[in-house]
Protein backbone atom coordinates (compact mmCIF):
# COMPACT_ATOMS: atom_id res chain seq x y z
CA UNK A 1 0.00 0.00 0.00
CA UNK A 2 1.34 3.62 -0.86
CA UNK A 3 0.74 5.15 2.17
CA UNK A 4 2.03 8.41 0.68
CA UNK A 5 -0.98 8.38 -1.37
CA UNK A 6 -3.83 8.43 0.74
CA UNK A 7 -6.26 10.75 1.46
CA UNK A 8 -7.38 11.88 4.82
CA UNK A 9 -10.51 9.94 4.23
CA UNK A 10 -8.90 7.02 3.62
CA UNK A 11 -5.93 7.38 6.08
CA UNK A 12 -8.11 7.86 8.93
CA UNK A 13 -10.00 4.60 8.41
CA UNK A 14 -6.77 2.27 8.07
CA UNK A 15 -5.61 4.58 11.52
CA UNK A 16 -8.91 3.28 13.18
CA UNK A 17 -9.08 -0.16 12.71
CA UNK A 18 -5.02 -0.14 13.38
CA UNK A 19 -3.86 -1.54 9.96
CA UNK A 20 -1.98 1.10 9.89
CA UNK A 21 -0.36 3.20 12.68
CA UNK A 22 0.70 7.29 12.90
CA UNK A 23 4.38 6.98 12.65
CA UNK A 24 3.96 4.63 9.69
CA UNK A 25 2.21 7.05 7.65
CA UNK A 26 4.43 9.71 9.00
CA UNK A 27 7.16 7.87 8.32
CA UNK A 28 6.18 7.53 4.86
CA UNK A 29 5.78 10.85 3.88
CA UNK A 30 9.61 11.86 5.61
CA UNK A 31 10.92 8.82 3.30
CA UNK A 32 8.97 10.48 0.30
CA UNK A 33 10.51 14.16 1.46
CA UNK A 34 14.09 12.53 1.27
CA UNK A 35 13.88 10.91 -1.64
CA UNK A 36 11.92 13.97 -3.56
CA UNK A 37 12.00 17.21 -2.36
CA UNK A 38 15.86 18.23 -3.07
CA UNK A 39 14.25 18.08 -6.90
CA UNK A 40 10.58 19.52 -5.87
CA UNK A 41 11.65 21.95 -3.11
CA UNK A 42 8.56 21.80 -1.51
CA UNK A 43 9.27 22.77 2.12
CA UNK A 44 11.74 25.31 3.62
CA UNK A 45 11.91 23.29 6.99
CA UNK A 46 11.08 19.88 7.67
CA UNK A 47 10.18 18.55 11.47
CA UNK A 48 11.35 15.72 11.55
CA UNK A 49 11.55 15.19 15.19
CA UNK A 50 8.58 16.92 16.13
CA UNK A 51 6.37 14.96 13.69
CA UNK A 52 7.82 11.62 14.56
CA UNK A 53 6.87 12.57 18.20
CA UNK A 54 3.17 13.92 17.80
CA UNK A 55 3.02 11.01 15.35
CA UNK A 56 3.72 8.82 18.41
CA UNK A 57 1.82 10.48 21.02
CA UNK A 58 -1.25 9.59 18.04
CA UNK A 59 -0.26 6.33 18.12
CA UNK A 60 -0.97 5.78 21.92
CA UNK A 61 -3.81 7.99 21.61
CA UNK A 62 -5.82 5.72 18.89
CA UNK A 63 -4.62 2.82 20.94
CA UNK A 64 -6.80 3.82 23.52
CA UNK A 65 -9.65 4.07 21.28
CA UNK A 66 -9.96 8.29 21.13
CA UNK A 67 -11.10 9.76 18.00
CA UNK A 68 -10.77 12.97 16.72
CA UNK A 69 -11.19 14.37 13.25
CA UNK A 70 -7.30 14.15 12.02
CA UNK A 71 -5.71 11.72 14.58
CA UNK A 72 -2.38 10.77 13.08
CA UNK A 73 -2.64 12.67 9.83
CA UNK A 74 0.69 14.08 8.96
CA UNK A 75 -0.15 18.29 7.70
CA UNK A 76 1.91 20.80 6.13
CA UNK A 77 1.49 24.17 6.59
CA UNK A 78 2.45 27.10 4.56
CA UNK A 79 5.36 29.30 5.98
CA UNK A 80 3.44 32.34 7.43
CA UNK A 81 1.13 30.24 9.85
CA UNK A 82 3.12 30.89 13.09
CA UNK A 83 4.41 27.76 14.93
CA UNK A 84 5.24 27.95 18.39
CA UNK A 85 9.05 26.66 18.36
CA UNK A 86 9.33 25.95 14.76
CA UNK A 87 10.79 29.09 12.53
CA UNK A 88 8.19 30.77 10.34
CA UNK A 89 9.97 32.71 7.55
CA UNK A 90 7.14 33.67 4.80
CA UNK A 91 9.72 32.78 2.60
CA UNK A 92 12.13 35.86 3.25
CA UNK A 93 14.93 36.25 4.13
CA UNK A 94 14.09 38.94 6.86
CA UNK A 95 12.55 35.83 9.24
CA UNK A 96 14.93 33.89 8.35
CA UNK A 97 15.45 32.73 11.86
CA UNK A 98 12.02 34.20 13.32
CA UNK A 99 10.74 31.61 15.36
CA UNK A 100 7.29 32.37 16.77
CA UNK A 101 6.38 31.75 20.33
CA UNK A 102 2.76 30.81 19.63
CA UNK A 103 0.80 28.91 17.42
CA UNK A 104 -1.83 30.44 14.90
CA UNK A 105 -5.47 29.89 15.62
CA UNK A 106 -5.21 27.41 12.38
CA UNK A 107 -2.75 25.70 13.66
CA UNK A 108 -3.50 25.53 17.43
CA UNK A 109 -7.14 23.84 15.91
CA UNK A 110 -5.38 21.19 13.58
CA UNK A 111 -2.90 19.99 16.52
CA UNK A 112 -5.77 20.25 19.08
CA UNK A 113 -8.02 18.04 16.13
CA UNK A 114 -4.33 15.48 16.14
CA UNK A 115 -3.07 16.74 13.32
CA UNK A 116 0.71 15.55 13.01
CA UNK A 117 2.87 19.11 11.54
CA UNK A 118 5.86 17.73 9.39
CA UNK A 119 7.22 21.11 8.39
CA UNK A 120 6.34 24.22 6.74
CA UNK A 121 6.23 24.64 3.03
CA UNK A 122 7.99 27.06 0.57
CA UNK A 123 5.86 30.65 -1.09
CA UNK A 124 6.71 33.48 -2.75
CA UNK A 125 7.69 35.87 -0.36
CA UNK A 126 5.12 37.29 2.44
CA UNK A 127 2.54 35.94 -0.22
CA UNK A 128 3.44 37.87 -2.96
CA UNK A 129 3.62 36.23 -6.69
CA UNK A 130 1.83 33.69 -8.10
CA UNK A 131 4.59 31.06 -8.86
CA UNK A 132 6.78 30.62 -6.01
CA UNK A 133 9.63 32.30 -7.24
CA UNK A 134 9.84 34.82 -5.49
CA UNK A 135 10.55 32.67 -2.83
CA UNK A 136 13.75 33.96 -0.27
CA UNK A 137 15.10 30.78 -0.38
CA UNK A 138 14.75 28.18 -3.75
CA UNK A 139 12.19 27.97 -6.15
CA UNK A 140 9.65 25.15 -5.79
CA UNK A 141 8.72 22.76 -9.03
CA UNK A 142 5.69 21.63 -10.63
CA UNK A 143 5.44 17.79 -9.49
CA UNK A 144 3.91 16.56 -12.94
CA UNK A 145 6.61 18.36 -15.00
CA UNK A 146 9.75 19.97 -12.79
CA UNK A 147 10.94 22.83 -15.56
CA UNK A 148 7.10 24.27 -15.05
CA UNK A 149 6.44 26.80 -11.54
CA UNK A 150 3.81 24.59 -9.19
CA UNK A 151 1.89 28.03 -9.02
CA UNK A 152 2.00 30.40 -6.46
CA UNK A 153 2.15 32.06 -3.30
CA UNK A 154 0.85 28.51 -1.84
CA UNK A 155 3.52 26.40 -4.45
CA UNK A 156 5.42 24.60 -1.46
CA UNK A 157 1.88 23.78 -0.01
CA UNK A 158 0.54 22.55 -3.53
CA UNK A 159 3.56 20.68 -4.55
CA UNK A 160 4.17 18.85 -1.03
CA UNK A 161 0.41 17.64 -1.53
CA UNK A 162 0.86 16.47 -4.97
CA UNK A 163 4.07 14.81 -4.78
CA UNK A 164 2.60 13.18 -2.08
CA UNK A 165 4.39 14.52 1.02
CA UNK A 166 1.63 15.29 3.22
CA UNK A 167 -1.89 13.99 3.23
CA UNK A 168 -2.81 17.69 3.00
CA UNK A 169 -1.56 21.33 3.82
CA UNK A 170 -2.84 24.59 4.44
CA UNK A 171 -2.06 27.86 2.11
CA UNK A 172 -3.28 31.58 2.18
CA UNK A 173 -4.80 32.98 -0.56
CA UNK A 174 -4.98 37.11 -1.34
CA UNK A 175 -5.65 36.57 -4.55
CA UNK A 176 -5.96 33.08 -5.52
CA UNK A 177 -2.64 31.50 -4.25
CA UNK A 178 -4.78 28.66 -2.82
CA UNK A 179 -6.76 28.20 -5.78
CA UNK A 180 -4.00 28.76 -8.70
CA UNK A 181 -1.32 26.36 -7.01
CA UNK A 182 -4.06 23.62 -6.58
CA UNK A 183 -5.39 24.21 -10.47
CA UNK A 184 -1.55 23.92 -11.57
CA UNK A 185 -0.74 21.09 -9.49
CA UNK A 186 -3.77 18.79 -10.03
CA UNK A 187 -5.17 18.90 -6.35
CA UNK A 188 -7.97 20.50 -4.41
CA UNK A 189 -7.84 24.02 -3.25
CA UNK A 190 -10.39 25.86 -1.25
CA UNK A 191 -10.62 29.45 -0.41
CA UNK A 192 -12.81 30.27 2.28
CA UNK A 193 -15.18 33.04 3.26
CA UNK A 194 -13.24 36.43 4.35
CA UNK A 195 -13.83 36.00 8.45
CA UNK A 196 -14.79 31.98 8.26
CA UNK A 197 -10.92 30.79 9.47
CA UNK A 198 -9.27 32.72 11.65
CA UNK A 199 -6.51 35.05 10.71
CA UNK A 200 -4.85 35.17 14.10
CA UNK A 201 -0.91 34.14 13.58
CA UNK A 202 -1.56 34.54 10.06
CA UNK A 203 1.31 37.15 8.95
CA UNK A 204 -0.21 39.10 7.50
CA UNK A 205 0.19 40.35 3.57
CA UNK A 206 -3.06 42.12 2.58
CA UNK A 207 -5.11 41.96 5.85
CA UNK A 208 -8.28 42.76 4.04
CA UNK A 209 -7.82 39.93 1.50
CA UNK A 210 -5.87 37.59 2.73
CA UNK A 211 -7.67 33.92 3.90
CA UNK A 212 -6.46 30.65 5.07
CA UNK A 213 -7.68 27.20 3.68
CA UNK A 214 -7.23 23.71 2.86
CA UNK A 215 -5.23 22.33 -0.07
CA UNK A 216 -5.89 18.54 -0.02
CA UNK A 217 -6.35 15.11 -2.57
CA UNK A 218 -10.14 15.53 -2.77
CA UNK A 219 -13.25 17.69 -1.95
CA UNK A 220 -13.99 15.26 1.10
CA UNK A 221 -10.67 15.83 2.52
CA UNK A 222 -11.36 19.80 1.74
CA UNK A 223 -14.61 19.58 3.81
CA UNK A 224 -13.00 17.83 6.72
CA UNK A 225 -10.01 20.56 7.25
CA UNK A 226 -12.98 22.96 7.07
CA UNK A 227 -14.29 21.37 9.81
CA UNK A 228 -11.48 21.66 11.87
CA UNK A 229 -10.16 25.38 10.80
CA UNK A 230 -13.07 26.66 10.63
CA UNK A 231 -15.36 28.97 13.50
CA UNK A 232 -15.46 32.43 15.47
CA UNK A 233 -11.95 33.54 16.75
CA UNK A 234 -12.10 36.48 19.58
CA UNK A 235 -8.35 36.78 18.85
CA UNK A 236 -8.99 38.22 15.04
CA UNK A 237 -11.37 41.22 14.74
CA UNK A 238 -12.25 40.32 11.44
CA UNK A 239 -13.36 37.31 12.15
CA UNK A 240 -17.30 36.40 11.43
CA UNK A 241 -19.46 35.62 14.42
CA UNK A 242 -21.03 32.88 12.42
CA UNK A 243 -21.64 29.29 13.13
CA UNK A 244 -19.79 26.96 10.81
CA UNK A 245 -21.95 24.16 9.13
CA UNK A 246 -21.13 20.43 8.78
CA UNK A 247 -19.34 21.05 5.80
CA UNK A 248 -18.86 17.02 5.18
CA UNK A 249 -22.73 17.32 4.87
CA UNK A 250 -22.52 19.32 1.69
CA UNK A 251 -21.15 15.98 0.45
CA UNK A 252 -24.35 13.76 1.59
CA UNK A 253 -26.68 16.28 0.23
CA UNK A 254 -24.61 15.44 -3.11
CA UNK A 255 -24.69 11.58 -2.45
CA UNK A 256 -28.73 12.30 -1.47
CA UNK A 257 -30.00 15.31 -3.73
CA UNK A 258 -27.48 15.41 -6.66
CA UNK A 259 -27.20 18.98 -8.11
CA UNK A 260 -30.25 19.02 -9.44
CA UNK A 261 -31.78 22.39 -9.52
CA UNK A 262 -28.79 24.38 -8.29
CA UNK A 263 -28.10 27.38 -11.40
CA UNK A 264 -24.59 27.74 -12.47
CA UNK A 265 -23.60 31.15 -13.37
CA UNK A 266 -20.83 31.87 -16.26
CA UNK A 267 -19.64 35.05 -16.50
CA UNK A 268 -20.17 36.19 -20.00
CA UNK A 269 -16.62 38.85 -19.67
CA UNK A 270 -14.37 35.36 -18.77
CA UNK A 271 -15.40 33.42 -21.95
CA UNK A 272 -12.87 34.55 -25.04
CA UNK A 273 -10.78 36.77 -22.80
CA UNK A 274 -7.77 37.77 -24.58
CA UNK A 275 -4.74 35.28 -22.60
CA UNK A 276 -7.03 32.33 -22.36
CA UNK A 277 -5.48 29.52 -23.83
CA UNK A 278 -7.30 27.03 -25.68
CA UNK A 279 -7.03 23.87 -24.11
CA UNK A 280 -7.91 25.53 -20.59
CA UNK A 281 -11.07 26.87 -22.25
CA UNK A 282 -12.08 22.99 -23.99
CA UNK A 283 -11.33 21.84 -20.32
CA UNK A 284 -13.85 24.47 -19.39
CA UNK A 285 -16.35 23.25 -21.57
CA UNK A 286 -15.91 19.83 -20.70
CA UNK A 287 -16.50 20.59 -17.42
CA UNK A 288 -19.65 22.71 -18.21
CA UNK A 289 -20.89 19.52 -19.72
CA UNK A 290 -20.22 17.38 -16.96
CA UNK A 291 -21.63 19.92 -14.54
CA UNK A 292 -25.15 20.08 -17.32
CA UNK A 293 -25.45 16.41 -17.29
CA UNK A 294 -25.85 16.59 -13.48
CA UNK A 295 -28.61 18.63 -13.92
CA UNK A 296 -27.49 21.77 -13.44
CA UNK A 297 -29.02 24.45 -15.09
CA UNK A 298 -26.12 27.12 -16.93
CA UNK A 299 -27.21 30.60 -16.90
CA UNK A 300 -25.34 33.37 -18.24
CA UNK A 301 -23.81 36.30 -15.89
CA UNK A 302 -22.54 39.59 -15.73
CA UNK A 303 -19.26 40.37 -13.89
CA UNK A 304 -19.20 43.97 -15.94
CA UNK A 305 -15.93 45.37 -13.69
CA UNK A 306 -13.94 42.48 -14.25
CA UNK A 307 -11.75 44.40 -16.74
CA UNK A 308 -10.70 46.83 -13.50
CA UNK A 309 -10.27 43.95 -11.49
CA UNK A 310 -6.53 43.10 -11.54
CA UNK A 311 -5.59 47.23 -11.68
CA UNK A 312 -7.27 47.66 -8.84
CA UNK A 313 -6.25 44.10 -6.57
CA UNK A 314 -2.44 45.76 -7.48
CA UNK A 315 -3.52 48.94 -5.88
CA UNK A 316 -4.85 47.49 -2.74
CA UNK A 317 -3.15 44.41 -2.38
CA UNK A 318 0.30 46.36 -2.36
CA UNK A 319 -1.11 49.80 -0.07
CA UNK A 320 -2.06 47.23 2.52
CA UNK A 321 1.47 45.15 1.96
CA UNK A 322 3.15 48.76 2.41
CA UNK A 323 1.55 49.56 5.86
CA UNK A 324 1.76 45.61 6.77
CA UNK A 325 5.36 45.29 5.94
CA UNK A 326 6.63 48.45 7.61
CA UNK A 327 7.25 46.29 10.91
CA UNK A 328 10.11 44.71 9.46
CA UNK A 329 12.44 47.45 10.19
CA UNK A 330 15.63 45.53 12.10
CA UNK A 331 14.02 46.48 15.50
CA UNK A 332 11.06 44.59 16.39
CA UNK A 333 12.06 41.03 14.74
CA UNK A 334 13.56 39.85 12.35
CA UNK A 335 16.85 40.15 10.59
CA UNK A 336 19.06 43.37 11.44
CA UNK A 337 22.06 45.13 8.72
CA UNK A 338 24.13 47.33 10.78
CA UNK A 339 23.78 50.51 10.00
CA UNK A 340 26.59 53.16 9.07
CA UNK A 341 25.57 56.47 10.24
CA UNK A 342 22.76 55.82 12.56
CA UNK A 343 19.13 54.33 12.87
CA UNK A 344 17.83 55.72 9.47
CA UNK A 345 20.81 53.52 7.62
CA UNK A 346 20.14 50.60 9.32
CA UNK A 347 16.80 50.81 8.39
CA UNK A 348 17.60 50.87 4.57
CA UNK A 349 20.28 48.46 4.77
CA UNK A 350 17.61 46.21 6.59
CA UNK A 351 15.06 46.48 4.25
CA UNK A 352 17.41 46.53 1.02
CA UNK A 353 19.12 43.09 2.17
CA UNK A 354 16.27 41.48 3.65
CA UNK A 355 13.27 41.45 1.50
CA UNK A 356 13.68 40.67 -2.50
CA UNK A 357 12.64 42.20 -5.53
CA UNK A 358 8.90 42.03 -5.79
CA UNK A 359 8.73 42.98 -2.03
CA UNK A 360 10.11 45.86 -2.98
CA UNK A 361 8.35 46.82 -5.68
CA UNK A 362 5.24 46.10 -3.98
CA UNK A 363 6.41 47.93 -1.07
CA UNK A 364 7.04 50.97 -3.24
CA UNK A 365 3.84 50.64 -5.51
CA UNK A 366 1.88 50.85 -1.76
CA UNK A 367 3.37 53.51 -0.27
CA UNK A 368 3.00 55.59 -3.47
CA UNK A 369 -0.61 55.12 -4.10
CA UNK A 370 -1.08 55.55 -0.61
CA UNK A 371 0.89 59.30 -0.52
CA UNK A 372 -0.43 62.34 0.72
CA UNK A 373 -1.79 63.55 -2.92
CA UNK A 374 -2.19 60.66 -4.81
CA UNK A 375 -4.42 58.53 -2.15
CA UNK A 376 -7.70 59.46 -3.60
CA UNK A 377 -5.91 59.17 -7.57
CA UNK A 378 -5.10 55.65 -6.55
CA UNK A 379 -6.17 53.83 -3.23
CA UNK A 380 -9.09 55.72 -3.13
CA UNK A 381 -10.27 55.16 -6.46
CA UNK A 382 -9.51 51.08 -6.17
CA UNK A 383 -11.61 50.68 -3.44
CA UNK A 384 -14.36 52.46 -5.14
CA UNK A 385 -13.73 49.61 -7.86
CA UNK A 386 -13.55 46.96 -5.24
CA UNK A 387 -17.36 47.88 -4.23
CA UNK A 388 -18.46 47.51 -7.59
CA UNK A 389 -16.80 44.37 -8.25
CA UNK A 390 -18.71 43.26 -5.18
CA UNK A 391 -22.27 44.71 -6.58
CA UNK A 392 -21.48 42.61 -9.17
CA UNK A 393 -20.78 39.11 -8.12
CA UNK A 394 -24.04 40.40 -5.43
CA UNK A 395 -26.31 40.97 -8.87
CA UNK A 396 -24.50 37.93 -10.09
CA UNK A 397 -25.74 35.74 -7.22
CA UNK A 398 -29.31 36.68 -7.90
CA UNK A 399 -29.75 34.51 -10.59
CA UNK A 400 -27.50 31.73 -9.95
CA UNK A 401 -26.23 29.71 -6.78
CA UNK A 402 -22.62 28.95 -7.95
CA UNK A 403 -20.48 31.14 -10.77
CA UNK A 404 -17.95 28.70 -12.40
CA UNK A 405 -14.57 29.61 -14.40
CA UNK A 406 -11.20 28.66 -15.10
CA UNK A 407 -8.87 28.65 -12.58
CA UNK A 408 -6.00 30.46 -14.56
CA UNK A 409 -5.97 31.23 -17.96
CA UNK A 410 -3.16 29.28 -19.04
CA UNK A 411 -1.42 25.59 -17.31
CA UNK A 412 1.60 25.98 -15.26
CA UNK A 413 4.17 27.97 -17.32
CA UNK A 414 8.18 27.43 -17.61
CA UNK A 415 10.70 28.17 -14.97
CA UNK A 416 11.48 31.83 -15.82
CA UNK A 417 9.36 32.56 -18.66
CA UNK A 418 7.53 35.45 -16.51
CA UNK A 419 10.05 36.34 -13.72
CA UNK A 420 10.98 40.01 -15.69
CA UNK A 421 7.56 40.70 -17.21
CA UNK A 422 5.74 41.43 -13.12
CA UNK A 423 3.26 42.38 -15.38
CA UNK A 424 2.06 39.40 -17.13
CA UNK A 425 2.40 37.53 -13.96
CA UNK A 426 -0.32 39.98 -12.66
CA UNK A 427 -2.87 39.66 -15.16
CA UNK A 428 -2.29 35.85 -14.68
CA UNK A 429 -4.80 35.98 -11.48
CA UNK A 430 -7.39 37.36 -13.57
CA UNK A 431 -10.22 34.64 -12.62
CA UNK A 432 -9.03 34.53 -9.18
CA UNK A 433 -8.77 37.79 -7.45
CA UNK A 434 -12.09 39.16 -7.60
CA UNK A 435 -13.11 36.25 -5.44
CA UNK A 436 -11.07 38.03 -2.62
CA UNK A 437 -11.85 41.39 -3.45
CA UNK A 438 -15.38 40.63 -2.71
CA UNK A 439 -14.82 38.29 0.17
CA UNK A 440 -16.66 35.23 -1.11
CA UNK A 441 -15.58 31.44 -1.41
CA UNK A 442 -13.78 29.89 -4.06
CA UNK A 443 -12.66 26.02 -4.73
CA UNK A 444 -10.58 24.58 -7.46
CA UNK A 445 -11.11 21.24 -8.75
CA UNK A 446 -8.90 18.99 -11.25
CA UNK A 447 -10.78 19.20 -14.19
CA UNK A 448 -8.23 18.05 -16.73
CA UNK A 449 -4.71 17.51 -17.94
CA UNK A 450 -3.07 19.37 -20.95
CA UNK A 451 -1.17 17.63 -24.03
CA UNK A 452 2.10 18.26 -22.02
CA UNK A 453 0.85 16.50 -19.04
CA UNK A 454 -0.18 19.66 -17.05
CA UNK A 455 -2.82 19.85 -14.71
CA UNK A 456 -6.25 22.09 -15.21
CA UNK A 457 -8.97 23.22 -12.60
CA UNK A 458 -12.33 24.16 -12.60
CA UNK A 459 -13.21 27.74 -10.27
CA UNK A 460 -16.49 27.27 -8.27
CA UNK A 461 -17.22 30.35 -6.82
CA UNK A 462 -20.39 30.89 -3.98
CA UNK A 463 -21.88 33.52 -2.17
CA UNK A 464 -20.36 35.10 1.29
CA UNK A 465 -20.51 32.10 3.72
CA UNK A 466 -22.31 29.53 1.41
CA UNK A 467 -19.34 26.84 1.10
CA UNK A 468 -21.90 24.36 1.01
CA UNK A 469 -23.23 25.04 -2.36
CA UNK A 470 -19.36 24.96 -3.45
CA UNK A 471 -18.26 22.03 -1.66
CA UNK A 472 -21.54 20.06 -3.23
CA UNK A 473 -21.20 21.21 -6.92
CA UNK A 474 -17.49 20.55 -6.88
CA UNK A 475 -17.60 17.32 -4.75
CA UNK A 476 -20.72 16.19 -7.53
CA UNK A 477 -18.19 17.29 -10.11
CA UNK A 478 -15.13 15.09 -8.58
CA UNK A 479 -17.53 12.16 -8.85
CA UNK A 480 -18.82 12.34 -12.23
CA UNK A 481 -15.95 13.79 -14.30
CA UNK A 482 -13.91 11.73 -16.46
CA UNK A 483 -11.19 10.16 -13.79
CA UNK A 484 -8.10 11.91 -13.57
CA UNK A 485 -4.22 10.85 -14.29
CA UNK A 486 -2.14 10.03 -11.37
CA UNK A 487 0.70 11.81 -11.03
CA UNK A 488 3.49 10.80 -13.12
CA UNK A 489 6.71 9.08 -11.37
CA UNK A 490 9.23 11.91 -9.97
N1 LIG B 1 -0.63 36.49 -7.20
C1 LIG B 1 -1.29 37.37 -6.31
C2 LIG B 1 -0.31 38.35 -5.71
O1 LIG B 1 0.82 38.25 -6.01
C3 LIG B 1 -2.02 36.61 -5.24
C4 LIG B 1 -1.13 36.08 -4.20
C5 LIG B 1 -1.86 35.50 -3.03
O2 LIG B 1 -3.02 35.13 -3.13
N2 LIG B 1 -1.16 35.49 -1.90
O3 LIG B 1 -0.65 39.19 -4.98
Same mark, same amino acid.
Given at each position: ??????????????????????????????????????????????????????????????????????????????????? +????????SKILEDFVPTYDATSVALLKAAGAVILGKTNMDEFGMGSSTENSGFHVTRNPWNLDHVPGGSSGGSAAAVAAQMCTASLGTDTGGSIRQPASHCGIVGLKPTYGRVSRFGLVSYASSLDQIGPITRTVRDAAIMMNVIAGHDPKDSTSAAVDA?????????????????????IPKEYLGMEGLSPEVEKAFTDARKVLEDLGVEIVEVSLPHTAYAVAAYYVLAPSEASSNLARYDGVKYGARQKGADGL?????? +????????????????????????????????????????????????????IIISPVAPTPAFKIGENVDDPLTMY???????????????????????????????????????????????GYGFEQSAPSFPGLPEL
Open positions: MDLHALTIDQAKKLLASREISSVDLVSAMLDRIDAHDAKVGAFITVDREGALAAASEADARLAKGEDAPLLGIPVALKDLLCT +TGVRTTCGPDFTSALDAFDSQGLSGMKAGIDMYKK +TRSKGFGPEVQRRIIMGTYALSAGYYDEYYGRASRVRTLIMDDFSKAFEGCDLSDIFTLSANMAGIPGLSVPCGVSKNGLPMGLQILGKRFDEMSVIRA
